[in-house]
């Protein structure tokens, strides 16, 4: 079954409200989470990564003032999408990781995903 | 930085078996994952390899030569709802917290 879930699923909103977006891991704790946008036909591209009780870090090119993230949980990371625009409008994943693979590295478990419309 | 390429598209038949291929680039290699990933959905973990050879999971198989910078999934008896974009998306220690940083993915069409 699921592992990280993501609400709401769907959301529209209107040009300049705030959106916020939620990424909870099920069942386990997540000191890290990441979040990630995708618009249509292209690939994931992470935004920030999410770290519980300390300030997120951002990718080059990403406004850490427009995309707030909070991680004040060990199973919740909230990004609220400030003042939106048409041009945010995309899907937006978020990610957790989850079990050790061979190497020493972690799986990374995507949530259901947030598809943003703004009208 | 990192640069991951892989073809945009690739049509195959079904029963048929497919190659997608991936090269990439990057300084602090720590694993290359295979996802799957369905329009309007968020992709699915297949695959990962983090030493040379090949990893094979039923149907699909995953291989890596990490001097090449180079990886494959292969697909066999394609079935029409491996209709999917597959995604290479490699890890990145020196990015910090096990970052994954993906390719463009590609779409495959699966035909009668």
């Known amino acids: 079954g699921a592992v990280v879930s993501q609400h709401p699923s769907w959301v529209i909103c209107k040009s300049g409200t705030s959106v916020k977006i939620e990424c909870r891991s099920l069942?386990?704790?997540?000191?890290?989470m990441f979040w990630y946008r995708q618009f249509p036909k292209q690939s994931l591209m992470l935004m920030a990564t999410?770290?519980?009780?300390?300030?997120?870090?951002?990718e080059q090119g990403v406004e850490k003032d427009k995309f707030l993230i909070n991680h004040a949980s060990l199973t919740l990371s909230t990004l609220t999408v400030t003042s939106a625009h048409p041009e945010d409008s995309s899907f937006y994943i978020c990610?957790?990781?989850?079990?050790?693979?061979?190497?020493?590295?972690?799986?990374?478990?995507f949530g259901p995903g947030t598809r943003l419309t703004v009208t | 930085g990192q640069n991951i390429d892989q073809p945009t598209e690739m049509t195959a038949t079904e029963g048929a078996i497919v190659q997608i291929n991936c090269t990439y680039q990057?300084?602090?290699?720590?694993?290359l994952f295979w996802y799957q990933q369905h329009a309007g959905e968020a992709p699915t973990f297949l695959s990962y390899?983090?030493?040379?050879g090949l990893e094979e999971k039923g149907r699909f198989s995953s291989f890596l030569s990490r001097s090449k910078g180079y990886s494959y999934l292969l697909l066999k008896e394609l079935q029409m709802k491996d209709s999917a974009s597959y995604l290479c998306?490699?890890?990145?220690?020196?990015?910090?917290?096990?970052?994954?940083?993906f390719g463009t993915g590609t779409r495959l069409t699966v035909i009668p």
């Open positions: 990610s957790a990781n989850r079990g050790r693979l061979a190497g020493g590295t972690y799986e990374q478990y």
């Open positions: 069942d386990f704790q997540a000191t890290t």
């Open positions: 999410s770290n519980e009780g300390s300030k997120a870090t951002y």
């Open positions: 990057t300084s602090g290699f720590n694993g």
């Open positions: 390899n983090v030493l040379d």
């Open positions: 998306a490699v890890r990145d220690w020196r990015s910090g917290a096990n970052n994954l940083f």
